[in-house]
């Protein structure tokens, strides 16, 4: 049972170098979402996706973006990497149906930038 | 837009103890509550949930009830274990913010022997 799986697990770049995260979902689930997760600061949605060709922004977006191309793949991209952006990215998926509210999330993916 | 307070960032409670752990939400709109877990090296899991005030969600010992009266849904425990040493994190859902779940900031227990 995969569920959700993310690649790379860790990385680490230098400021100004460009990235691509990787989700990918088994479960046939409408909903994806990028979260980033620091100290202190909880679980913030980066960006999201209701369904195959769409994307919109969360909390916060800048300096990061999507693209769900197929169903079960979310992509999110760093263009420029900033120190800022150090962070432990999650992945997570859930279905659209109504009153079904959980969220599956993957393992992560520490990423450095120095 | 909606929020979720939790106000301890950590808590250290010894084996047997008693768990309170806080949590209060504010929002424009009638939300759905949730408890994510967080195990080290895992991403988060969802823990317990309650729909509607005056709900009670349980899940291995644990409960927490939706209380509309005073915004709250802390979360509870009679008797913490080793293996219950995790991040807990509250979280909302409601149409204000687009049925996107909000997240509290995360507390974290750790269980002593």
């Known amino acids: 049972n995969a569920g959700v799986t993310q690649t790379p697990k860790f990385r680490v770049l230098k400021t100004g170098q460009s990235m691509t995260l990787l989700c990918a979902q088994d479960m046939n689930h409408e909903y994806m979402y990028w979260y980033r997760q620091d100290p202190g600061m909880g679980l913030r949605l980066i960006h999201y996706s209701v369904g195959e060709g769409t994307t919109a922004k969360g909390e916060v977006p800048d300096g990061y973006n999507v693209s769900r191309l197929k169903k079960q793949n979310f992509l999110l991209g760093l263009e420029s990497a900033a120190p800022s952006q150090t962070s432990v990215y999650f992945c997570a998926s859930s279905s659209h149906r109504a009153g079904n509210e959980k969220l599956f999330f993957g393992s992560g993916t520490q990423l450095s930038v120095l | 837009g909606d929020s979720v307070v939790q106000t301890e960032g950590q808590v250290l409670p010894s084996e047997g103890d008693s768990l309170i752990v806080n949590c209060s939400y504010e929002t424009t709109q009638y939300p759905s509550l949730f408890w994510y877990v967080q195990y080290p090296g895992e991403g988060p899991q969802l823990h317990l949930k309650?729909?509607?005030?005056?709900d009670k969600g349980r899940n291995k010992g644990f409960e927490a009830m939706y209380r509309k009266e005073t915004t709250s849904f802390h979360l509870e425990k009679d008797s913490v274990q080793e293996s219950d040493s995790a991040v807990y994190f509250c979280?909302?859902?409601?149409?204000?913010?687009?049925?996107?779940?909000?997240f509290g900031t995360g507390t974290r227990l750790a269980v002593r022997p």
């Open positions: 309650a729909m509607k005030a005056n």
């Open positions: 979280a909302l859902r409601s149409k204000s913010s687009g049925d996107k779940l909000t």
